[in-house]
């Protein structure tokens, strides 16, 4: 494959990002979408103190769950952790910080993140302490709504179908989720890709994420865990 | 839940018969998704998750799974004729800008005025809102089903919760093992009794005053 813009990299080159303290975007929804090789090649590295953003915390051995339930990480921002009972242990043990936000609200800080803006006005949850508390309130036209920041991290990790040498992406059924929107709000996006293909050869119409925010492409080893419902 | 196989069948049969032909439906976990299984054929629904599927089948046969097509409650789902896909920012946006007619949710407690405590157990540590309060709160219509009463007989139909709430003034209908429950401005009125249940006991189990409708009806 011609590497025309230096974008296609092994998964060991990609560690080279990696490090202690760092905060990591992640794709994926229960899982289905978050990438394995990278995680994989982030658990072998065995950095830690981390911030990790995403959806949810997986499951135990499944997705960014693998990393939560070793202890790598120090905080979570998520939507919930209930499929992960690990990640609830050590939120209870005082081990691992947790911020939530409704799950919609948490992929458009995601968005905001990714397209430079610095936060949006939302009214949900604005009766609940856990959404609304601590949040600047801002009036339009006689209705209220909170303040929701953008988030962005050091390195954003995404899982797609296809890429070409660009990082021109196309995402697979479910498994596109918080992909597309993880890809943008990453200050560095590495993508794991199913299939690597020539330059030209995916129809522009079509691309989910313009290879603009791509960074770097590493070539998936699939996933080697298995699912709740095998 | 403890509930009989029976009884989660005519609660999700009676919800059923709220969905009518073109809506965009958002089914939680539990009895709701049971639901499906009793639309008549005729009835063309698009079945939505927040993971970004608009228009989700059955599950697949056995052998037929596709990993990365699944919904939000992470297991193998098809689709059907007319679905689509987006990401999870989008499917949420179809929720706040009122594209999901209805969503079909199970609850901890409910109260008079439609107030939704569905997202924290008592005595757990609280695993997180996910999804449910963006549902709750901008789904055109909300229908909550669950058992009348909890494990200890204490009603889950109160004057108000005792649990967090997950959104207040949310709830548009209420279907238990025992009854069916309207609320709107006058508050909560009861519209149907499942055979072989009374006024009177549904009165004993429910925690709070409510309006009979004249028009009661009563479910085989």
Known sequence: ?230 | MGMGVDIRSRIAKRAAEEIKNGMVVNLGIGIPSLVPNYLPKDVHVMFHAENGITGMGPSPLSGKEDENLCNAGGFPVTVVRGASYCDSAIAFGMIRRGRVDMTILGSLEVSETGDLANWIVPGKKVPGMGGAMELAQKAKKVIVVMNHTDKRGNPKIVKSCSLPLTSAGCVDMIITDMAVFQIGENGLILTELLDPFTVTEIRENTGCDFLVSERLRVIE
């Open chain 1, 1 to 230: 494959m011609e590497n025309t813009f230096n974008k296609l990299i092994s998964v060991e080159k990609a560690m080279d990002y990696f490090y202690d303290g760092m905060s990591i975007l992640f794709g994926g929804f229960g899982g289905i979408g978050s990438p394995p090789t990278i995680i994989d090649g982030i658990l072998e590295k065995e950095i830690s103190n981390l911030t990790l953003i995403g959806n949810d915390t997986g499951f135990p051995h499944i997705g960014i769950g693998k990393i939560v339930s070793r202890g790598r990480a120090k905080k979570v921002i998520a939507s919930h952790i209930g499929s992960n009972p690990v990640a609830g242990q050590l939120m209870n043990e005082g081990k691992l910080q947790v911020e939530f936000s409704p799950q919609g609200i948490l992929a458009e800080r995601i968005r905001a993140g990714g397209v430079g803006l610095a936060g949006f006005l939302s009214d949900i949850g604005m009766d609940n302490e856990m959404v609304s508390g601590g949040k600047m309130r801002v009036n339009i036209d006689g209705k209220e709504y909170l303040l929701e920041t953008a988030l962005t991290a050091d390195v954003s990790i995404v899982y797609a179908r296809k890429s070409d040498p660009y990082g021109n992406l196309i995402f697979d059924k479910s498994a596109r989720n918080t992909n597309p929107l993880v890809a943008m709000a990453g200050d560095l996006t590495i993508v794991e890709a199913e299939e690597i293909v020539p330059l030209g050869s995916l129809n522009p119409e079509e691309i989910m994420t313009p290879g603009v925010f791509v960074d770097y492409i590493v070539p998936s080893k699939g996933v080697n865990w298995k699912w709740a419902w095998e």
